[in-house]
């Protein structure tokens, strides 16, 4: 626990020969400064995220909402106030509601899998290895990959004229799939490059939280005759909860702001021609730096931060419950 | 699924394993079971999938486009070199790995001061909120500011710094998942009794995060210092709407390459293996290290 309510003044003067008078308030002066460091010390060492979030975060999302309600150009600033127009507009907007399908298209086939797949690679990895390093850092080097890199390399891997995925499905006598004007196969695709990047890196988060599990839980289930498999899902998969509740969050949050790897998933960026990879947040971009339309982008940027809040508390509640019925079996 | 054998296998052993204790762990003709093939190879193909597609995209870069559109051979070309001249004459691309250099360095510092300090307090220091305080941070990590574009934009410009590399730290300083890891990873590596005992000695708070707050938390940091770093250096697009085309990060200087040379696959990937180097030589030197610092790390005291 917190130590600092037991924490005493530092030493008293030893200073013999000063006046009893002089040390005694010394001591005094010493013990207010001390008090007030002990007091004041954890607010200090935590304000400047405070701070920045305010500056940063909090602010120019709240005021997002207030140029939605405006006309406003990239160019010419604020104009009149509109009431809810820009959001009529853009709810009306065919490619709005498209950039929505997308964008929960592309999510739910990059976070399912990799939430699951980092947990066995977890698993695997905990295992009693040779060469435990090599195999750690093997599965993190798609993260040192920049999005937008490894958005170049999957739109050459999955071009639809001699791309080495339509190569090898025609090699094995398959049609080849027309990745770049199907829409779901454009998702797949841009949620394939999602799953390269971030599988390893939650995979050593699940890993290091693994290896926080105390021993003897362990010890205590091998004892009740649990095998392995039951093991892994009476013990480990409830003892990693927290774990789970957080990457599935911080995978829902990325998620429904995926931009790079579709934006370079062909060199317009807008999405296709027929806007068939179009994420919301390049809407966003297209609406407001494309279009010059700042109080358009806006009130979408505000419509997408209300989805993630629902979607990330509906995730929340679902990933507790299902990490507590497996606490409880 | 395939990967359920794996799990069931692997946990079980990694279970039994535990049992010895970490100091026997690695010891030579231990007790403990080695895993068997299955393990290998499922890891195998986890590598060799992590790392075809940057084999993949060098192999493409050492080619001639014309040799390209016929299909692409195995065994890396002679063009590699050609091809990268092309890139540095089409992109300002030193100009952007010197600004990747400058942004990433300076963020990965100030989150890693900034969040071990607040780490500290959260993880070992009583004070009035810190409960709630905490549950703020986590929860700011569930706000996605990157939404706040349109009006960081506009402050952006109001203060002149769009095109400025400022644009592009500020925001990034100090950040909730470094507060939050570092609050876990103190809680446990940090025992209070060191904290009170250099307190009883009559050090300041400030001087006790200094000398046994800061020393505890060298292997977390190490580890957030590297994936800020990364982040940072990968992060497009904040960066891609704020920078100019003449002053960029090497993301955006890639997307460039990209808008130059559409159709040249072999520019267009030389380019993506040319702006990985830099973050694959550092992760060859750093992530050793920062795999073993966390492996020491998780031992407890």
Known sequence: MAVTDRVQSPPPNTDQRGSRDKSVKRLAFSQKVSKWDVKLSPYLYISPFFLLFAITGLFPLLYTAWVSLHTWNLIGGQGKFTGLENYEFVLAQPFFWNAVGNTFSIFLLSSVPQVVLAIAIAAVLEANLRAKTFWRMGVLVPFVVAPV???????????????????????????????????????????????????????????????????????????????????????????????????????????????????????????????????????????????????????????????????????????????????RR | MSSIPMIEQTAGKGAAQRGLGARRRGAPGGTMRRPGFLTYGFLGAVILGSVFPLWWSFLVGSHDSSVISQGVPLVPGGNFFANAATVLDSIPFWKALSNSIIVSTVTAASVVLFSTLAGFAFAKLRFRGSKALLVFVIATMAVPTQLGVVPLFIVMSKLGWTGSLWAVIVPGVVTAFGVFWMTQYLRDALPDELIEAVRIDGASMIQAFWYVGLPAARPAAAMLALFTFVATWTNFFWPFIVLDPSNPTLPVALQLLQAAHFVDYSIVLAGAVLSTIPLLLLFAVAGRQLVSGIMQGAVKG
């Open chain 1, 149 to 327: 890199a490894v958005g170049l390399i999957f739109n050459n891997l999955f071009a639809d004229q001699a791309g080495l995925f339509n190569e090898l499905l025609t090699g094995i006598g398959l049609d080849p799939v027309r990745w770049h004007s199907d829409s779901l196969a454009s998702h797949a695709a841009i949620a394939t490059m999602v799953n390269f990047r971030w599988t390893g890196y939650n995979a050593l988060i699940f890993l290091a939280a693994m290896q926080a599990i105390p021993r003897d839980v362990y010890e205590a289930a091998t004892i009740d005759g649990a095998g392995r498999f039951r093991q892994f899902f009476s013990v480990t998969v409830p003892m990693l909860r927290p774990t789970i509740i957080f990457v599935v969050i911080t995978a829902t949050i990325g998620g429904l702001q995926i931009f790079d790897g579709a934006r370079v998933f062909d060199q317009a960026g807008l999405g296709g021609a027929d806007r068939q990879w179009q994420t919301l947040t390049m809407y966003i971009w297209e609406l407001g730096w494309g279009q010059r339309n700042f109080g358009r982008a806006s009130a979408v940027a505000w419509l997408l931060f209300l989805i993630i809040v629902i979607i990330a508390m509906a995730n929340f509640l679902i990933t507790r419950r299902i990490a507590n019925q497996g606490g």
